[in-house]
């Protein structure tokens, strides 16, 4: 970050969690909301047992890094199982999905290289701008 933005803690009890459908819930770490400057967008996602993101692609490079369960990525149509500290990099515009293989919550943590994130779901085409309403990873809660 610049001099004149100075550093940005964030303390994850002061972090408004996102309800993203399904029992999926976020964490928004780094963002564009609380750190003018940054050149990357950070949080932290927890997929309960069974639960997943639909297939879809980015505007940037993606890493995630599984932190926590039993998870797998899909990448162009090539599963790969994950544990706990395994990292992935995905490239701009690349179809993928994370999905929880585990008996308990999968949480991982993902990093994408902007502060303007968009998500294109495979299966509609939409683009939606990450993080908004819109940007549902499951079926609306109840």
């Known amino acids: 970050m610049s001099e004149e933005t100075g550093p940005t803690i964030v303390k994850i009890e002061d972090v408004r969690v996102l309800e993203r459908g399904s029992g999926i819930r976020t964490w928004p770490l780094i963002t564009h909301h609380n750190a003018a400057g ?33 998870g ?14 395994d990292s992935t990099y995905i490239q701009a515009n690349r179809q993928h999905c994370f999905r929880n293989r585990g008996d308990g919550p999968m949480r991982i943590l993902w990093i994408y290289a902007s502060q303007n994130v968009t998500r294109t779901f495979g299966d509609t085409g939409e683009t939606v701008e990450h993080l908004s309403a819109a940007d549902l990873m499951g079926a609306p809660d109840e």
Request: net charge negative.
């Open 38 to 70: 940054a050149k990357f967008t950070t949080g932290m996602s927890v997929y309960p047992r069974g639960e997943g993101a639909p297939m879809h692609c980015h505007n940037c490079d993606e890493q995630v890094t599984l932190l926590e369960g039993v």
């Open 72 to 85: 797998e990525v899909e990448i162009d149509g090539v599963v790969t199982p994950l544990v706990p500290y």
